[in-house]
């Protein structure tokens, strides 16, 4: 069946949508050995999609899993800086399969991984409001810290959603938060707690829409379960 390219390329699990098309845009991928542009179409039954050279596979088994990041890796498939990456944790599952957004180094908590690009741009874009729930402990200004962090409603100029942000627990000199967002912009949450005189001292993310991270050790992974996969699904559309 003939479909535009950067769906093709989202199906075969090697990146979003919206990356593919950037993909397109940048002449790096081909059909049948030509250079495609975006809007182009193919039917991979017949014709031979590449990326940077290298042949898609449209028949893979689709897998679905979820980490416990640890701090310390970045979420990337491989580093040029020799950093470990969250991808080494996930090696065992014995397929290529790709993190669904991002935490950084610092960072830790529930991570997806994938080969299903579709869903992926479903876990990702921000149409889909797809909340991402972040326990934060944090120093600094905690008096009225949680409306403070709530009303920030612009970071470096650009407008984000407010988060929904909610007091869990405090003791001394710190507080541990509950922040929810949708959005995910770079670094988003440890830029909006700066923003309002916050230190971060620890970001674990522990929910995603209805999956939760649970009792998943730190460095640990497994698969996510039907009932969980359906529940993400039912998003896609």
Known sequence: MTERLQKL?????????????????AGRVTVDGAVAALGDKADPAVQT?????????????????????????????????GRRTAAELVEACGVRVYPVGRLDM????????????????????PKHQVDKVYEVTVTGALTGAETRLAA??????????PAQVTVLERR??????QVVIHQGKNRQVRRMCA???LQVKRLRRVAE???????????????????ELHALKGREG
């Open 9 to 25: 390329i989202a199906q075969s699990g090697l990146c979003s949508r919206r990356k593919a098309e950037e993909l397109l845009l």
């Open 49 to 81: 999609v590449a990326v940077d050279g290298k042949v898609l596979n449209f028949d893979e088994e689709k897998v679905y899993l979820m980490l416990h990041k640890p701090r310390g890796y970045v979420t990337t498939l491989c580093d040029e800086k």
């Open 106 to 125: 610092d960072s830790e908590g529930l991570l997806l991984f994938t080969n299903d690009g579709d869903f992926m741009q479903t876990m990702t874009h």
């Open 152 to 161: 920030v409603c612009e970071l470096d100029g650009e407008p984000i959603v």
């Open 172 to 177: 001394g000199g710190q507080a541990l938060l």
């Open 195 to 197: 923003q309002v005189g």
């Open 209 to 227: 829409d209805s999956l939760l991270l649970g009792d998943l050790p730190a460095g640990k992974w497994r698969y996510l379960t039907k009932e």
